[in-house]
């Protein structure tokens, strides 16, 4: 999907227009409305994410997000926009199914699926500009931390 495109689907957060009528109206009675981390449009997962701002020395944002399947910094893919907008991408895959023991059985056939197993795709826009050359990546037990620093012009305006 292209990066314009996911701008106006359900999974892309803005913390610029967070409060206004418009906002919490956006969404209302859109199918592909992403509330709990289901796939929303063409079955691409929308993984929930906690966004949260950094002061002091460390002046930023920190995103950290549920993707299960997701084990390593190589299955993400991040993407930025004018500096103010993050694209967080990648695919994730059930193959290895755990089991209890042997099962007796090299075949098995889905009866139910309820994990996502395909693409996800994220992105969020800031409400000032970023630092993407200096944006890190960890991954720890399917739980993705993105940090990322504020521009030495965006962090000494405030107080």
Same mark, same amino acid.
């Given at each position: 999907?292209?990066?314009?495109?996911?701008?106006?689907?359900?999974?892309?957060?803005?913390?610029?227009?967070?409060?206004?009528?418009?906002?919490?109206?956006?969404?209302?009675?859109?199918?592909?409305?992403?509330?709990?981390?289901?796939?929303?449009?063409?079955?691409?997962?929308?993984?929930?994410?906690?966004?949260?701002?950094?002061?002091?020395?460390?002046?930023?944002?920190?995103?950290?997000?549920?993707?299960?399947?997701?084990?390593?910094?190589?299955?993400?893919?991040?993407?930025?926009?004018?500096?103010?907008?993050?694209?967080?991408?990648?695919?994730?895959? =059930?193959?290895?199914?755990?089991?209890? *023991?042997?099962?007796?059985?090299? #075949?098995? &056939? !889905?009866?139910?699926?309820?994990?996502?197993?395909?693409?996800?795709?994220?992105?969020?826009?800031?409400?000032?500009?970023?630092?993407?050359?200096? =944006?890190?990546?960890?991954?720890?037990? *399917?739980?993705?931390?993105?940090? #990322?620093? &504020? !521009?030495?012009?965006?962090?000494?305006?405030?107080?």
């Amino acid at each position: 999907m292209s990066t314009i495109e996911c701008l106006l689907h359900p999974h892309h957060i803005s913390l610029v227009d967070t409060h206004s009528l418009r906002a919490k109206l956006n969404h209302m009675g859109d199918a592909y409305y992403n509330v709990d981390g289901l796939p929303s449009h063409r079955g691409v997962l929308a993984p929930k994410l906690d966004v949260f701002e950094l002061d002091g020395n460390t002046a930023g944002w920190l995103l950290v997000g549920d993707i299960p399947g997701v084990n390593s910094v190589d299955d993400i893919k991040i993407e930025w926009l004018d500096g103010t907008t993050i694209f967080i991408r990648g695919k994730t895959a =059930t193959s290895s199914i755990p089991t209890f *023991g042997e099962t007796g059985s090299k #075949i098995m &056939k !889905t009866v139910h699926k309820e994990r996502h197993e395909g693409s996800f795709e994220r992105s969020v826009t800031l409400p000032a500009k970023a630092n993407p050359s200096e =944006t890190k990546i960890e991954v720890k037990d *399917g739980v993705v931390f993105v940090r #990322i620093p &504020k !521009t030495s012009e965006a962090g000494s305006g405030t107080a």
